[in-house]
Structures are given as structure tokens and as C-alpha cells.
């Protein structure tokens, strides 16, 4: 069993549209059962609200619920921020067909990280989790959660494998990185019913030559949009470096949380020391 790469948006949506797929991934995930009326991809509300031009990579609701499920494969600084605004997007749309502030269906967005986190160019701080949970719930002064609104926005990213991380998760994103470090033999759990269909799905002889051809064409655009953004990136790690450098943390400390060499960082700690 050789498996298409899940960091190429043509297979990734060829995986997580197929229904039993989706529905499995999101019982695991969220850990409700839904029964999607259409799932679509590229959805976007029409008319648009705001300025910003959203489409979802994949989008599904039912009676009850809707839920978003994005893949991001090429990490910039904003990525918390951009999935926080598609989120709250999903929330306030139903607010335009509502006749009082209302919103009927709980929204789970659920963002897939293919790719390691960045420096936080906020906090500078490097994030190494493997699930990241937000809600909107309030908490009193008591530190109790009041179950008001319990709309959820989950991070997966399996580049961070956790010694806690539940089966539930664990399978998926097994899955995940799998088809992308170890396709030929990956080590999954295939008693896990989704997840074995989702494996099916993307064999590569049930990939067709279009298919093959589409994701030619994104992991090229990626290739672009990688090239154009290197500089930028690269002035981004060096100004976290020099904030880094004068809060004494050591080279190859620095070196983990930029993504520079541990010369370079020696380098960059010379300079500013006028050697």
C-alpha cells in the first residue's frame, strides 16, 4: 500500500469529502456524530461579509451543526490569526439570515497543520503542540466554564507527536503524517474504520491521471508561493533572532525556535557584538 501525500490539497480533499471519511474524522475529532447534507469544497458565502475574500477548503453542515475542516500546508506567522477569522466567519454569517442575534448551528472549525509551526512573531515563543482546543465559552471568577455558546476551533498538527495525545486523535493524525514522511509503509491504525477507508481513497492506484495531473499543478503553485515568501521569512527569523540573542538564550536554543543554522545565529550574535 503506497499512500498519495495528505499535505497536497488535491488528495487531502479527495480523503476527507468522501462521506464515511468525513463523518468518521469528525466523530473522532469533535466526538459528535453528524449526517452532512453536501459536503462542498472552496465554499464561500455570497454576498461576502467584510473585506476579506473567505473560502473554505472543505465545508459540511447538518441539521444542527456546521463544520469547517481546512488544510494548511505552508505555515506563515498569521496562520492562528487567518483560521481565527474563518472561525468567527462561519459564526456571524447565520447572523444575516437571523431575525434576533440567535446563531443556530454550533460552528467546529477544525484546522489541519501539515507543516511545523513558526515562531510567534507576537510572543516569540515556538508552539509545539500537537492539538490545540479554543472555545467561546466564559469562565466566572471560579475558573467555571459556562456552556453558552460551544462553538470550538481545533489545531491538529502532527509534527508534534504527544505521549498523551488520545487514540481518538492519535489515528488521524498518524494518518496525516504517515502519507507524508513514510507513504510506502506507513504505520497506521487500520482497525480504525475511517481511517482504513480513508487509506483506500488514496492508494495510489485509485489516484487518476487528472488527479495526478491537479496536484502536479498545486505542489508547483506551493513551490512559488514558498520561493516568494523565503526572503520574508528569512528577515522575520532574523528579527526574532536579535530579540532572542539579547534575552541571553543560547545559539542552538535560538537555532530550534527561528529555523536558522546554529553558525548563522553565531553569526547574527557577532555582529551585534561588533566582532
Given at each position: 500500500m503506497i499512500l498519495a501525500r495528505l499535505d497536497n490539497e488535491v488528495f487531502f480533499k479527495k480523503a476527507f469529502t468522501d462521506e464515511i471519511v468525513f463523518k468518521a474524522f469528525v466523530k473522532d475529532i469533535v466526538g459528535i456524530e453528524v449526517e452532512p447534507t453536501k459536503i462542498e469544497t472552496e465554499k464561500a458565502f455570497q454576498p461576502k461579509l467584510g473585506n476579506i475574500a473567505f473560502k473554505y477548503d472543505i465545508f459540511a453542515e447538518d441539521v444542527k451543526r456546521r463544520i469547517v475542516i481546512e488544510i494548511q500546508k505552508v505555515e506563515y506567522d498569521h496562520n492562528f490569526d487567518?483560521?481565527?477569522?474563518?472561525?468567527?466567519?462561519?459564526?456571524?454569517?447565520?447572523?444575516?439570515?437571523?431575525?434576533?442575534?440567535?446563531?443556530?448551528?454550533?460552528?467546529?472549525?477544525?484546522?489541519?497543520?501539515?507543516?511545523?509551526?513558526?515562531?510567534?512573531?507576537?510572543?516569540?515563543?515556538?508552539?509545539?503542540?500537537?492539538?490545540?482546543?479554543?472555545?467561546?465559552?466564559?469562565?466566572?471568577?471560579?475558573?467555571?466554564?459556562?456552556?453558552?455558546?460551544?462553538?470550538?476551533?481545533?489545531?491538529?498538527?502532527?509534527?508534534?507527536?504527544?505521549?498523551?495525545?488520545?487514540?481518538?486523535?492519535?489515528?488521524?493524525?498518524?494518518l496525516i503524517y504517515e502519507s507524508i514522511h513514510n507513504p510506502e509503509n506507513p504505520q497506521i491504525n487500520t482497525q480504525n474504520a475511517g481511517v482504513k477507508r480513508a487509506t483506500e481513497v488514496v492508494r495510489y492506484e485509485n489516484i487518476s491521471p487528472d488527479e495526478w495531473e491537479q496536484a502536479k499543478i498545486e505542489a508547483s503553485k506551493r513551490k512559488v508561493i514558498t520561493l516568494e515568501r523565503a526572503e520574508e521569512r528569512a528577515e522575520t527569523q532574523i528579527a526574532i533572532a536579535e530579540k532572542l540573542i539579547k534575552r541571553n538564550l543560547s545559539n542552538e536554543e535560538i537555532a530550534e525556535d527561528t529555523g536558522l543554522t546554529v553558525s548563522n545565529v553565531e553569526e547574527l550574535r557577532n555582529k551585534i557584538k561588533g566582532i
Amino acid at each position: 500500500m503506497i499512500l498519495a501525500r495528505l499535505d497536497n490539497e488535491v488528495f487531502f480533499k479527495k480523503a476527507f469529502t468522501d462521506e464515511i471519511v468525513f463523518k468518521a474524522f469528525v466523530k473522532d475529532i469533535v466526538g459528535i456524530e453528524v449526517e452532512p447534507t453536501k459536503i462542498e469544497t472552496e465554499k464561500a458565502f455570497q454576498p461576502k461579509l467584510g473585506n476579506i475574500a473567505f473560502k473554505y477548503d472543505i465545508f459540511a453542515e447538518d441539521v444542527k451543526r456546521r463544520i469547517v475542516i481546512e488544510i494548511q500546508k505552508v505555515e506563515y506567522d498569521h496562520n492562528f490569526d487567518r483560521f481565527l477569522h474563518y472561525h468567527l466567519q462561519a459564526i456571524t454569517e447565520q447572523q444575516r439570515s437571523s431575525e434576533d442575534y440567535s446563531v443556530e448551528k454550533t460552528v467546529y472549525t477544525i484546522v489541519v497543520m501539515t507543516a511545523p509551526y513558526k515562531v510567534n512573531t507576537k510572543t516569540n515563543e515556538l508552539y509545539k503542540d500537537e492539538v490545540l482546543i479554543s472555545n467561546l465559552n466564559p469562565k466566572n471568577l471560579k475558573g467555571i466554564e459556562r456552556n453558552l455558546f460551544n462553538h470550538k476551533l481545533i489545531y491538529l498538527n502532527p509534527n508534534y507527536k504527544g505521549q498523551d495525545t488520545p487514540p481518538n486523535y492519535r489515528d488521524w493524525l498518524d494518518l496525516i503524517y504517515e502519507s507524508i514522511h513514510n507513504p510506502e509503509n506507513p504505520q497506521i491504525n487500520t482497525q480504525n474504520a475511517g481511517v482504513k477507508r480513508a487509506t483506500e481513497v488514496v492508494r495510489y492506484e485509485n489516484i487518476s491521471p487528472d488527479e495526478w495531473e491537479q496536484a502536479k499543478i498545486e505542489a508547483s503553485k506551493r513551490k512559488v508561493i514558498t520561493l516568494e515568501r523565503a526572503e520574508e521569512r528569512a528577515e522575520t527569523q532574523i528579527a526574532i533572532a536579535e530579540k532572542l540573542i539579547k534575552r541571553n538564550l543560547s545559539n542552538e536554543e535560538i537555532a530550534e525556535d527561528t529555523g536558522l543554522t546554529v553558525s548563522n545565529v553565531e553569526e547574527l550574535r557577532n555582529k551585534i557584538k561588533g566582532i
